[in-house]
Every structure is written in structure tokens, then in C-alpha cells.
């Protein structure tokens, strides 16, 4: 066992640049994914234009990046592959990642990439990665697929600093898209970070659509929906038929990432994809940290945690088209029904995270919370009084990252025109971004399933949704006999809830 150093160490800044060596793509390296064998060709990265890729944890895009190129991130496309040089920022973020790759406990690689082109083996199952369109991030992950590469926290000195005896190799994954529902990301093999998703296989998604067209489906096609038919259980639905199959990795990606231009509380909670009545620990703000003295035993902390268990609440959607739509293009017919089920499915979802009941549906943050003399205000005169005393509400632990929330109306008819005793407004906009408007330097979210009147202060980031299974859409065409249409049924599990009440405050106007 190592022995244990004591040195005094400054958490609030770096002594040494934080830089960090790696290799985040190998070539002509075979990689077993799933049951396939995956190679990136040695001209993959011919002519990509490597500038203005972001490096990143776990594929986090919401994150601030811990490099860029070409500034504080160097890229160079070498006979071995694509190998980084980053410069970490001085802040909690870098400092904590140059850590965690000093001690080795991040260790593997990811990035996320479009394919040009490509090549496949059906004797021998491999993929052939020939060309690479674009490459939008790479990152450093908790977990990945490849084996053959490495990353390294390097000193003052260029030496390399990793755990004693532990080995060099690390690993990277290649990827396609990040599934934000499932908090994965996937390759066009369908292999995940973590795990095996055949709804990602590109044969997976056009078998799911000429299924419901009605269209016949090739060899490879009909395997690939077996095989995800079998191993994502589109059984946990009450199907009405033997038609039921999931909704494709790449149409989910689309239908949430078309959710987030629109705003809301939708990007500010926190999602899951754990099996239902799964209790899920969830850690809370703890007390700040002693400070140490030298030679003295530090304690042990015991992190607090709340449990929360989703159930499984079924959300239905019915489509009717006619018969005509046999005769529409798997890309037309995609886009129809991704537009469809983000108006539907997933607005009824974004609408439960402030409304739902708690009763066969979601549980919303008004009736999930039991609102009191605690945790709430109203004001009829003084807003700025009232706005003040709601920031006094929300204890200490969660203040850092908390934002307003409420609807539209209420900011420009209430908030907006609010002027402080010396005749400051109380609303800004951030001079960076424009689009971020603040309330005593707290973010506002606009979200207008909010009653108008009702401004909600608190760390979203406590309120959960999960999403076991995706969505599952079955076809009938006996409803439709005389009419000559089809019926489309989507079906969707889930549930949300507060994860911790405490974290949330009300003021009403």
C-alpha cells in the first residue's frame, strides 16, 4: 500500500501548469464493440478541420470546456493518431480533472464525431471507418470501449505523474451522438459508453420505420430489429400488438435536442434512465470542509444523501395517417413523426415538471411541494422586498447554482418594469450574453407552464426525470378499415418528481 504524504496543497490554485498529453484517437487498432470489430482507417482525419474542437468531461456540453483549439488545445494528426496537448484553466474544474488524471482515476477518452464514410465486412462483422466528416468534441470519460490509447497529467518538469505501478494504456471510444436522455453516447455500431444499445445500429433505424410503412426489410435489417426487439423489451409497454418497437437512439436525440431551443425547466432538471421503483441516492450540499492542520488526523465525512424512487407512469399519443403515408421516404417519415412526439410526449413531460398532479402522472414542483410559511412569500406591493426575502428563504447549501424561474408574462408585466429605492432595475441582462437575463445576478428561466404570478427560486437541478425505456410506437391499420388510415400509437414511461423539496422557494405576485 502506498504510503500517504503530508504536504500542504492550495485547492484555490495551481503551482504548475495544468497540462495534459494524450491520444484520443488510435488508427488500424480493431476494437471489439458489441459483436463487431471496429478499425479507424489511417486517412479517417485527412482534411478535417480540427480547429474550435472543445475538450470536455463525459461528453458534458453544457460544461465549460477545459480547452479549445487551436489556443489551449493542440491537436496533431500523427502516424499513430490523434494526439492532444491541453492546457488546463486554473479554476475548481481544471484543477479537480488534473487531479483525478494525476491520481488515474479518470483515465479513458472519447470523441464525438460524424462519418464520412466507411466500410463493412459481413464475413468477419467489421467496420471500416474511412473517412470522418467532422469531429465536434473530444472528451475525458469515466468509461470507454477502445484500449489502445493514453492520457497523461504532465508537471513542471514534462514528467509524467501517474500512481505508482499503474500502466500508461488508456482508452477512447468513438461516438456519433450523445443521447441526452440515457446519458450515453453512441457509435453507429450501437455500442455505448457503458453499454450495448442496438437502437443505435443505422440497420435498426431503417427497419423501425419500413415496419411501420410496411415496407419489406433486408436480411441485415430484420436482425437488427430482432436483435433490439429482444434486448430492449418492448414488452415493459401494454402493447395492443405484436407490432410494438422502440423509437431509434438517432430520432430520441432529435426529438430532446429539438426541446432545447424552447427553453424551460426541461434543460434545467436533472434526467434519468434507471429501471422504475429503482431508489436512486442523490447527494445533498454538505457542511464546508475544515480547514487541516499539518500532522493533524483529518475526520471522515459521510455524504448526505436523499433516495428518490421513480414508478412507471404511461404516457399515450395516437396518430392517424392514411394509408397514403406507405409511399413517404424513411426521412419524411421520420421527421413527421419526431415532430409529432416532441409536441406531444415530451411537452406533456415539460408541462408535469410545474402541473403534474402526482395522480397517474408525474409530480410537479407546485403539488409536490408542500408550501408554507418556510418556504414560500406572497407580496402585493413591494416586489423587490419580496424578491429579496425569497433569496433569504433557500437555505445556504443550494444557493450556488440556483436560478428564477417563472413565466413569461410575469417577467415583463411584474419583474421587468422593478425598480430598486435608488432607481436601479432589478432585472439585467448579462453583458456577455444577451439572452441571459438576471435577477439579483441569478439567472431567470422562462417557462410558461408557470401561472402567471407564481416566480419559483431554487436549484433545479433537484427535480428529477426519468425515462426507463425510451419510447415505443406500435401500428394498427383495423381502426382504419373504412377510412383507409393508419393508426399510430406511441407510448412513453415515465415519472418526475422533486428530489429534494428543501431546494426550492415560491414567491407569488
Not at 470523441?111 to 465486412?121: L, M, S
Request: charged share 20%; net charge negative.
Amino acid at each position: 500500500m502506498r504510503q500517504m504524504q503530508t504536504r500542504a496543497y492550495d485547492i484555490r490554485a495551481a503551482t504548475t501548469p495544468l497540462t495534459l498529453e494524450g491520444v484520443a484517437v488510435v488508427f488500424n487498432e480493431p476494437a471489439r464493440i458489441g459483436e463487431y470489430t471496429e478499425v479507424i482507417a489511417r486517412s479517417a482525419l485527412d482534411g478535417v478541420d480540427l480547429a474550435d474542437i472543445a475538450l470536455l468531461t463525459n461528453h458534458d456540453g453544457a460544461s465549460i470546456p477545459l480547452a479549445r483549439s487551436p489556443k489551449t488545445l493542440t491537436l496533431t494528426v500523427t502516424e499513430r493518431g490523434l494526439e492532444m496537448r491541453a492546457e488546463l484553466p486554473d479554476t475548481e474544474q481544471g484543477r479537480a480533472v488534473y487531479e483525478a488524471v494525476r491520481r488515474g482515476d479518470l483515465s479513458q477518452m472519447s470523441f464525438a464525431f460524424d462519418i464520412g464514410e466507411q466500410e463493412f465486412d459481413e464475413v468477419t462483422k467489421t467496420r471500416t471507418i474511412i473517412a470522418i466528416r467532422k469531429v465536434y468534441e473530444i472528451s475525458i470519460v469515466n468509461f470507454a470501449a477502445y484500449t489502445q490509447t493514453a492520457v497523461q497529467a504532465r508537471g513542471s518538469h514534462e514528467n509524467t505523474l501517474t500512481r505508482p505501478g499503474a500502466e500508461a494504456t488508456q482508452e477512447v471510444t468513438t461516438v456519433e451522438r450523445f443521447n441526452p436522455i440515457e446519458s450515453a453516447v453512441f457509435d453507429h455500431t450501437g455500442k455505448g459508453v457503458t453499454n450495448h444499445d442496438p437502437l443505435a445500429a443505422p440497420e435498426y433505424r431503417t427497419a423501425f420505420y419500413k415496419t411501420l410503412l410496411g415496407q419489406t426489410l433486408t436480411e441485415a435489417e430484420t436482425r437488427a430489429y430482432n436483435a433490439a426487439r429482444a434486448e430492449r423489451r418492448a414488452d415493459a409497454f401494454n402493447t395492443l400488438t405484436n407490432s410494438a418497437a422502440i423509437v431509434p437512439t438517432h430520432t430520441l436525440n432529435e426529438i430532446i435536442a429539438g426541446l432545447h431551443p424552447q427553453g424551460g425547466l426541461w434543460n434545467e432538471v436533472r434526467h434519468f434512465n434507471v429501471p422504475s421503483n429503482l431508489a436512486v441516492p442523490v447527494g445533498t450540499p454538505a457542511d464546508p470542509a475544515e480547514w487541516h492542520i499539518e500532522g493533524m488526523p483529518v475526520d471522515r465525512v459521510s455524504l448526505t444523501t436523499t433516495n428518490v424512487t421513480f414508478t412507471g407512469f404511461e404516457l399515450i399519443k395516437i396518430i392517424s395517417l392514411s394509408a397514403a403515408a406507405k409511399r413517404m421516404t424513411i426521412s419524411a417519415f421520420e421527421n413527421y413523426i419526431t415532430q409529432e412526439l416532441r409536441a406531444s410526449i415530451m411537452v406533456a413531460i415539460d408541462a408535469a415538471i410545474v402541473n403534474g398532479t402526482g395522480s397517474g402522472q408525474p409530480q410537479g414542483l407546485l403539488s409536490g411541494i408542500t408550501w408554507d410559511t418556510d418556504n414560500s412569500l406572497a407580496v402585493t406591493t413591494n416586489l423587490v422586498d419580496g424578491i429579496l426575502g425569497t433569496i433569504a428563504l433557500l437555505p445556504a447549501g443550494y444557493a450556488n447554482g440556483a436560478k428564477f424561474a417563472m413565466a413569461n408574462a410575469t417577467l415583463f408585466s411584474s419583474v421587468y418594469p422593478t425598480k430598486t429605492a435608488a432607481g436601479d432595475l432589478v432585472f439585467t441582462q448579462d453583458a456577455q450574453n444577451g439572452s441571459v437575463r438576471r435577477l439579483f445576478g441569478f439567472e431567470i428561466v422562462i417557462d410558461d407552464h408557470i401561472p402567471v404570478g407564481t416566480i419559483l427560486f431554487g436549484n433545479f437541478r433537484y427535480y428529477g426525470i426519468n425515462m426507463p425505456e425510451g419510447i415505443a410506437i406500435e401500428s394498427s391499420r383495423e381502426s382504419g378499415f373504412t377510412s383507409g388510415l393508419i393508426d399510430y400509437r406511441a407510448l412513453c414511461i415515465a415519472d418526475a418528481k422533486p428530489i429534494v423539496p428543501a431546494a426550492f422557494v415560491k414567491l407569488t405576485v
